[in-house]
Nanobody, 125 residues
Framework: VQLQASGGGLVQAGGSLRLSCKLS????????MAWFRRAPGKEREFVAA????????YYTDSVRDRFVISRDNSKNTVFLQMNNLKPEDTGAYYC???????????????????WGQGTQVTVSS
């Protein structure tokens, strides 16, 4: 199983970026997808998750109403549209996947068995 993340970059505060993550080696339909991030000097944290059916997205409070997670099953790809970016959104963003959805545990890293390599997002003030 491989996850290839892309779309990171340098953007000014208030700007937007769209991250992509393509899954290969496993059927995309039936795979739950998530995004995590690691800010400089901090632990990796949950950002957003989306079940394989593409309904009921989940977000951490700090990105709710600014970020949107979506998926295109025809392209085996999950997206993270990030709007109104803030300097505190800076970090390496990782996509993750699993096949078993455990209610209430979607924000725990241990629930995911496959991880991408990360794509860097830098937001300047």
């Amino acid at each position: 199983v491989q996850l290839q993340a892309s779309g990171g970059g340098l953007v000014q505060a208030g700007g937007s970026l769209r991250l992509s993550c393509k899954l290969s080696g496993r059927t995309f339909v039936g795979s739950n997808m998530a995004w995590f991030r690691r800010a400089p000097g901090k632990e990796r944290e949950f950002v957003a998750a989306l079940r394989w059916a593409g309904v009921s997205p989940y977000y951490t409070d700090s990105v709710r109403d600014r970020f949107v997670i979506s998926r295109d099953n025809s392209k085996n790809t999950v997206f993270l549209q990030m709007n109104n970016l803030k300097p505190e959104d800076t970090g390496a963003y990782y996509c993750a996947s699993n096949r078993i959805w455990r209610p209430g545990l979607y924000s725990y890293q241990g629930q995911y068995d496959s991880w991408g390599q990360g794509t860097q997002v830098t937001v300047s003030s």
